[in-house]
Nanobody
Framework: QVQLVESGGGLVQPGGSLRLSCAAS????????IGWYRQASGKQREMVAG???????AYGDSVKGRFTISRDNAKNTAYLQMNNLQPEDTAVYYC?????????????WGQGTQVTVSS
C-alpha cells in the first residue's frame, strides 16, 4: 500500500509563493516518477510538474518559469516551489507517484491540498 501525504497548501495573495510537499510511504519501487497535478473547479485535471528518480523534470506550459519541482530520494519526498502565484493557479493540487510493477505502469494519488490565490 502506497500513501502520499501532501502539505503546504493554503491561501496566498497574487504574486505570492507557496511550497508544497508530498511524502511517500509504504511499499513501492526504488525507481519512480513523482509529481503534481491540479484540478480547478469545473475543469479537467492537468499536469503541473513531474520529476524522475534521476532528476529529469517536466512542467506544464502554464507554470514554466514560475514553479520548480525537486525531490529528496532519501526521504521519498517531493517538493513544489510555486512563485508568482496567480488566481488561475487556484486548484486542488494532487501528488502523483508512477511506478512499474512487474513491468506494468501503476500510479498512486494523494488526497489533495487546496491552493487558493486571491486578494
Amino acid at each position: 500500500q502506497v500513501q502520499l501525504v501532501e502539505s503546504g497548501g493554503g491561501l496566498v495573495q497574487p504574486g505570492g509563493s507557496l511550497r508544497l510537499s508530498c511524502a511517500a510511504s509504504g511499499k513501492f519501487a526504488d525507481i519512480y516518477d513523482i509529481g503534481w497535478y491540479r484540478q480547478a473547479s469545473g475543469k479537467q485535471r492537468e499536469m503541473v510538474a513531474g520529476i524522475s528518480t534521476g532528476g529529469t523534470t517536466a512542467y506544464g506550459d502554464s507554470v514554466k518559469g514560475r514553479f520548480t519541482i525537486s525531490r529528496d530520494n532519501a526521504k521519498n519526498t517531493a517538493y513544489l516551489q510555486m512563485n508568482n502565484l496567480q488566481p488561475e493557479d487556484t486548484a486542488v493540487y494532487y501528488c502523483n507517484l508512477k511506478e512499474r510493477i512487474w513491468g506494468n505502469p501503476t500510479e498512486h494519488w494523494g488526497q489533495g491540498t487546496q491552493v487558493t490565490v486571491s486578494s
